[in-house]
């Protein structure tokens, strides 16, 4: 191999290297304010890793390897964030493998999802001020919170028109 050869591979190595590095950081660091924010640490490392990953996918064997973590670990992580609808599961073509993707629309479906939950939060705390009475302190507080999810549930509808509509002016669509 020519003295040039060796530098340039070198040079490459040591590029990927440093690209391995600053992705990892960027990991750590955003994972570490998802679960500041409520998110379990592992699944917020595997969404980190998959929001950073030049192809928005990875498989299970990749995100262990990545992160350095069992396969145990990326099977209970990548089960949550499907579950959360942060990311999707689909079949690598051609294998058996799991293939699992961050859409660049992700938060968007992710909130989407929360319609069908803040439902059920209403119906619950509905059910609630019925049975502690609507004049006790806890009836007014349930009431209170009843009243937050609904306005919340009444916005998220036009949030998300606005969003989409947004998006377009980005050229995202």
Same mark, same amino acid.
Request: charged share 30%; no cysteine.
């Given at each position: 191999?020519?003295?040039?050869? =060796? @530098? ?7 590029? %990927? ?6 992705? +990892? @950081?960027?990991?750590?660091?955003? +994972?570490?304010?998802?679960?500041? $924010?409520?998110? !379990? @640490?592992?699944? $917020?490392?595997?969404?980190?890793? /998959? ?5 928005? +996918? ?5 995100? =262990?390897? *990545?992160?350095?973590?069992? !396969?145990?670990?990326?099977? &209970? ?19 058996? @493998?799991?293939?699992? *993707? ?8 992710? /909130?989407?999802? *929360? ?12 059910? &609630?001020?019925?049975?502690? =009475? ?8 349930? %009431? ?12 998220? %509808? ?16």
């Amino acid at each position: 191999m020519s003295k040039e050869a =060796g @530098r340039t591979q070198r040079a490459d190595e040591a590029e %990927g290297a440093d690209g391995t590095v600053v992705a +990892a @950081r960027f990991v750590e660091r955003f +994972a570490g304010q998802l679960v500041e $924010a409520g998110l !379990p @640490r592992m699944p $917020a490392r595997i969404f980190a890793a /998959l929001l950073s990953s030049e192809a928005g +996918a990875l498989t299970a064997a990749e995100l =262990g390897e *990545r992160l350095q973590v069992s !396969p145990a670990a990326v099977s &209970g992580a990548v089960r949550y964030l499907t579950q959360v609808h942060m990311v999707t599961r689909e079949r690598e073509p051609g294998t058996r @493998r799991d293939l699992f *993707r961050v859409h660049g629309n992700q938060w968007y479906e992710a /909130l989407a999802s *929360r319609d069908s939950v803040l439902k059920r939060w209403v119906d619950a705390l509905t059910d &609630g001020i019925e049975s502690l =009475g609507p004049d006790s302190e806890a009836g007014r507080r349930l %009431g209170e919170t009843l009243a937050f999810f609904e306005f919340v549930q009444t916005e998220l %509808g036009g949030l998300m028109e606005r969003w989409r509509a947004h998006r377009k002016t980005l050229g995202l669509d």
